[in-house]
T-cell receptor, first 111, second 111 residues
């Protein structure tokens, strides 16, 4: 059983397009995150949701819009993709003790 | 805000012991975690220190000194499979659950 899953694993698209990444966790955790990892491997938090409610929204362009239909799902929609959006995007869920479980990542390439 | 500094690269010999340091500057502190990430993979949780001292989990130990704003990850009996990037991370206190990751240390284990 996969704890945190993301789709798609790879996403190649043209500048200006709109795309979505889906994330699901079957761990029963209340808190989920989206992270962006750039080419230098720097892992930066983008959003955090707790029980379907947005609780952290870092300085991310408003082209990025998370949506949580229920506490097991946290999707990320990106409008008007730019070259600088190319990165690996990780979804994660968090135990109450703090330990985070990461999804396999989505490698986004914008051409 | 939070900032965490780690050495960018460390090389060590198979069977040896290696220490990866993390120094942090935070406006609040709720514990130091360590994550391992193999190339192409997702970060996976290794350990968590909420209080000063050493936590041991098999070949891996993690140490925290809150007065020095410093922690380290100690890997013993190094194996080739330990070649990976290692990230320290701090969690904000309070209800927002923000996690800030360090700059990451790429460990290369050589025969």
């Amino acid at each position: 059983d996969t704890a945190v899953s993301q789709t798609p694993k790879y996403l190649v698209t043209q500048m200006g397009n709109d795309k979505s990444i889906k994330c699901e966790q079957n761990l029963g955790h209340d808190t989920m995150y989206w992270y962006k990892q750039d080419s230098k491997k720097f892992l930066k938090i983008m959003f955090s949701y707790n029980n379907k409610e947005l609780i952290i929204n870092e300085t991310v362009p408003n082209r990025f819009s998370p949506k949580s239909p229920d506490k097991a799902h946290l999707n990320l929609h990106i409008n008007s993709l730019e070259l600088g959006d190319s990165a690996v995007y990780f979804c994660a869920s968090r135990k109450p003790s703090g330990e985070q479980f990461f999804g396999p990542g989505t490698r986004l390439t914008v051409l | 805000g939070q900032s965490l500094e780690q050495p960018s690269e460390v090389t060590a010999v198979e069977g040896a012991i290696v220490q990866i340091n993390c120094t942090y500057q935070t406006s609040g502190f709720y514990g130091l975690s360590w994550y391992q990430q193999h190339d192409g993979g997702a970060p996976t949780f290794l350990s968590y220190n909420a209080l000063d001292g050493l936590e041991e989990t098999g070949r891996f130990s993690s140490f925290l000194s809150r007065s020095d704003s410093y922690g380290y990850l100690l890997l013993q009996e190094l194996q080739m499979k330990d070649s990976a990037s290692y990230f320290c991370a701090v969690r904000d206190p309070g209800g927002y659950q923000k996690v800030t990751f360090g700059t990451g240390t790429k460990l290369q284990v050589i025969p």
